[in-house]
């Protein structure tokens, strides 16, 4: 049976980005977007290195990138709010 739990990713800001089902424990870097449960931001579809901003603030969250052949998100810690598990 695979471990993990879906988790909730909010921006500083407050704003409820995602929800994410996170494998094992530590922080979260990246995030695979093939496994987000809830996308608010519009990640799905997303194109290979462009920067997703919070709806809300506006703030940059990250930069896609192609993880083991499947798109991910790799967290700007700076905006995303510490999360945890
Ligand atoms: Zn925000």
Redesign the pocket.
């Known amino acids: 049976m695979r471990t993990g739990k879906i988790i909730e990713i909010h921006?500083?800001?407050?704003?409820l980005l995602f929800r994410y089902f996170k494998a094992g424990k530590g922080r979260l870097i990246k995030c695979l977007i093939p496994r987000l449960s809830e996308d608010f931001v519009g990640l799905k579809g997303a194109a290979t290195a462009s920067k997703p901003r919070?709806?809300?603030?506006?703030?940059e969250l990250g930069i896609i990138q192609m993880v083991h052949g499947e798109p991910a998100l790799k967290l700007n810690q700076g905006?995303i709010r510490g999360i945890r598990i």
């Not at 921006?11 to 704003?15: A, K, R, Y």
């Not at 919070?54 to 703030?59: A, E, N, T, V, Y």
């Open positions: 921006c500083q800001c407050g704003f919070c709806p809300s603030c506006d703030k905006t």
